[in-house]
Nanobody, 118 residues
């Protein structure tokens, strides 16, 4: 069983910065691509950043977002700078996991709420 747990959410003032973390745990799997999505109230879930498992890659992220990864810790991070009230959302971590038996799993965390006050 693979689990993802997000942390680092909370209430932040507009203009501030925040770093979210997502740690993968479990045995018998390899984590490939990891992603961050967000879902604002009343809106569709959207992809904001993604990063592969190759440490030579930097990943891709929208605008004020930066994604990074520590493979030794099976953890992915999302840095958000110059926060705006419209960044208020639940931020979800997702990962592609391959079991030792070759089975593919798409795993999701429960989400971390980020609220940006104006």
């Amino acid at each position: 069983q693979v689990q993802l747990v997000e942390s680092g959410g909370g209430l932040v003032q507009a203009g501030g910065s925040l770093r979210l973390s997502c740690a993968a745990s479990g045995r018998g799997f390899t984590i490939n691509e990891m992603r961050w999505y967000r879902q604002a109230p009343g809106k569709e879930r959207e992809l904001v950043a993604a990063i592969g498992s190759d440490p030579s890659t930097t990943g891709s992220a929208k605008g004020r977002f930066t994604i990074s990864r520590d493979n030794a810790k099976n953890t992915v991070y999302l840095q958000i700078n110059s926060l705006k009230p419209e960044d208020t959302a639940v931020y979800y971590c997702s990962a592609d996991a391959i079991s030792d038996m070759g089975r593919y799993l798409e795993v999701w965390g429960r989400g971390a709420l980020v609220t940006v006050s104006s």
